[in-house]
């Protein structure tokens, strides 16, 4: 007897043999029981989910000799000839080769005869979107009212190209891809029927390459038995494949775990030697982040669809969430990258030492000495002009007086800094005097964004460049407001006439408590706490118990705090209270008590008295009576961000 291939062999014979397509044979069997059964059914889905497969079972239960039902006994005439693939009122049509309208005739003409053995005559049309519109128009009266005898199933895997009115007259059933866990578990079973030992690794990667095709599972199985000698190893599928093993990446994995440098150019060395598509070992990586961030987040969610879900638990123990997110996000620009480098093993490389490279907590500046005898000295060379954050308050600190003479009419004081003072004979009649507004805080986010080259702010001179990483990475940390140095004001705010809009915000925000205490949600930015530490601190409560400040966060900004965003909080703490300052971290809900909350809270106060402002401004007033004009709220903006669009809008 001649073989027969695992995909015809292993062909569902019942409804209970069929995997994966649960929420189809649910409805079709409700039906079969109770005898309420349409005369045209449409199955859709990708190639080897079980279409035509589901029409001759259907065909099977509508014409069993013990009556319709869904349970066929398969073994009367009619159910083994369906089996075989004989039956003569099983009529089964190939609409790619047969899309002429002249088939379709004949075909309609047909349907009026009874069937010859069975008790239904079934048409199963597969590829039925290939017929031509003129078909389906010869087609369109018997599909809606055939013979009482006649059942009509269609099978298509592009439902789109289906005309309306086709659809129309259809039950629809879509057929859901197969997931590799219902293959990989079908699989085991056949392998094991058919005695053919086989390694569990090498069912995830048929599995996967399946893409949620049980046939193309079954086919590639058959491919794979034939490569390895009647036995399933992973290594032999994997080169039948042209992909890497499960292992290879957890290998690549781990190097960047441990920070191994050596070891993780080795096994890029190593897995080049089978010429794999670093795409798709990129999406593996990317695939396996993504499912390790979701079980750091919500711990217990990593399933098993990759057969790992052991190392995705082990890896979200062992990783930080600021390395998943920087993974993650450094294989998917890697990815993007790989069609525009000069070699693809070239821009993976890259991708993967950047991940290892630009690690939070790396203290790396400059590149690692190539010479042994010249490290440390190369090191120090590099390490030298750090220290230069000396000379850089000092833009700052020229460039603040030099605004505040312009609001102050001082300017002789800044013009030493500057070879230009700043000439203002230009300004506009009605705006010029806006700007004059007291406390134009502008100049207080200037520090942060410019900080000298090769320099950080005050405080943060020590720290690598993973702040600038995980303020990108950290979505609920960029929709807080950033904490940059404070710049002292000491100047009341002279102009009366702006009172409505800064007065009582600018007091209360920025003005030092009268009695000396420190309030730490309103004189938190004296710390000086800035970059991703700042945002972190700022969005907790303090509370001192003697020389101990605990700091209570929430669970989502606690998680991305680290050791060294906790050194500087707590170097920031000590400058400010003392050096016998000892700081405590507890997670919980911090309430309204937090410096991100407090600015939040002054930035709404302030946007309600511009608008409060425009609304009452008699310019305005008579602009919207004169021209039958609106005011646009959304985009009023306060003085102390805007210095003159908003009086402008």
Request: aromatic share 6%.
């Amino acid at each position: 007897m001649s073989y027969q291939v695992l995909a015809r062999k292993w062909r569902p014979r019942t409804f209970e043999d069929m995997v994966g397509q649960e929420h189809v044979l649910q409805a079709l069997i409700h039906a079969l029981e109770n005898q309420r059964l349409h005369h045209a059914y449409l199955f859709t889905g990708t190639r080897g989910v079980g279409k035509t497969t589901i029409g001759r079972l259907l065909a099977r239960c509508l014409n069993c000799e013990t009556g319709i039902t869904p349970r066929p006994c398969g073994t009367c005439s009619s159910c083994v000839e369906i089996q075989e693939g004989r039956f003569v009122d099983l009529i089964e049509i190939d609409a790619a080769s047969r899309t002429g309208v002249d088939d379709m005739r004949e075909l309609t003409d047909n349907v009026q005869y009874a069937p010859s053995r069975g008790r239904y005559k079934v048409y199963l049309i597969d590829e039925v979107h290939m017929l031509t519109n003129q078909s389906f128009n010869a087609f369109l009266k018997t599909l809606e009212e055939p013979p009482e005898h006649v059942k009509f199933l269609l099978a298509t895997t592009d439902p789109q190209k289906l005309p309306v009115t086709v659809l129309s007259r259809c039950l629809q059933f879509n057929l859901k891809r197969m997931t590799p866990e219902h293959i990989a578990g079908h699989l085991t079973n056949v392998l094991t029927a058919e005695n053919i030992p086989f390694e569990e690794p090498a069912l995830w990667l048929l599995a996967r390459a399946a893409d949620g095709s049980m046939r193309d599972a079954l086919s590639l199985t058959d491919q794979a038995i034939a490569f390895g000698n009647q036995k399933l190893s992973a290594s032999d599928v994997s080169s039948m494949l042209g992909t890497i093993d499960q292992r290879d990446i957890e290998r690549i994995v781990n190097a960047l775990v441990e920070r191994d440098g050596p070891a993780l150019l080795a096994e890029i060395s190593r897995i080049s030697d089978f010429a794999p598509d670093y795409s798709i070992i990129l999406a593996d990586l990317l695939s396996l982040f993504h499912r390790v961030t979701m079980e750091q987040v919500v711990p217990g969610s990593a399933d098993n669809a990759l057969g790992d879900a052991a190392q995705v638990q082990s890896l979200a123990r062992k990783l930080s969430a600021e390395d998943a997110q920087l993974f993650y996000q450094a294989a998917l620009i890697g990815r993007k990258d790989l069609a525009i480098t000069p070699d693809a093993r070239m821009g993976f490389e890259m991708t993967l030492l950047r991940m290892l490279a630009f690690r939070p907590g790396s203290d790396r500046r400059a590149p690692p000495a190539v010479s042994s005898a010249g490290s440390g000295v190369e090191g120090e060379s590099r390490d030298e002009p750090e220290p230069a954050p000396a000379a850089a308050p000092q833009p700052k600190a020229i460039e603040q007086p030099a605004q505040e003479a312009d609001q102050h009419n001082e300017v002789p004081r800044a013009t030493e800094a500057e070879p230009e003072p700043e000439p203002e004979p230009e300004p506009e009649p009605e705006p010029e005097p806006e700007p004059e507004r007291p406390e134009a805080t502008e100049p207080e986010f200037t520090p942060e964004p410019a900080p000298a080259q090769g320099s950080e702010p005050q405080g943060y001179a020590d720290a690598p460049s993973d702040d600038a990483w995980l303020a990108s990475l950290d979505a609920q940390a960029e929709n807080q407001p950033d904490y940059p140095e404070p710049e002292p004001e000491p100047e009341p705010e002279p102009e009366p006439e702006v009172a409505p809009i800064e007065t009582p915000i600018a007091s209360a925000q920025n003005a030092p408590a009268v009695d000396g205490e420190f309030v730490w949600e309103r004189d938190f930015r004296s710390l000086g706490i800035v970059g991703m530490p700042g945002n972190l601190a700022g969005n907790g409560a303090m509370a001192r118990s003697g020389d101990t400040i605990t700091l209570l966060i929430d669970t989502g900004h606690a998680r991305l705090l680290n050791a060294r965003h906790e050194e500087k909080i707590l170097a920031a703490l000590r400058n400010h209270f003392g050096d016998a300052i000892q700081l405590k971290i507890e997670q919980g809900d911090p309430g309204p008590n937090t410096p991100a909350a407090f600015e939040e809270r002054q930035r709404v106060l302030r946007q309600n008295a511009a608008v409060e402002s425009i609304r009452n401004d008699p310019l305005v007033q008579s602009i919207v009576e004169r021209f039958e004009a609106r005011v646009v709220e959304d985009s009023i903006r306060p003085v102390q961000d805007k210095p003159t669009e908003a009086v402008r809008r």
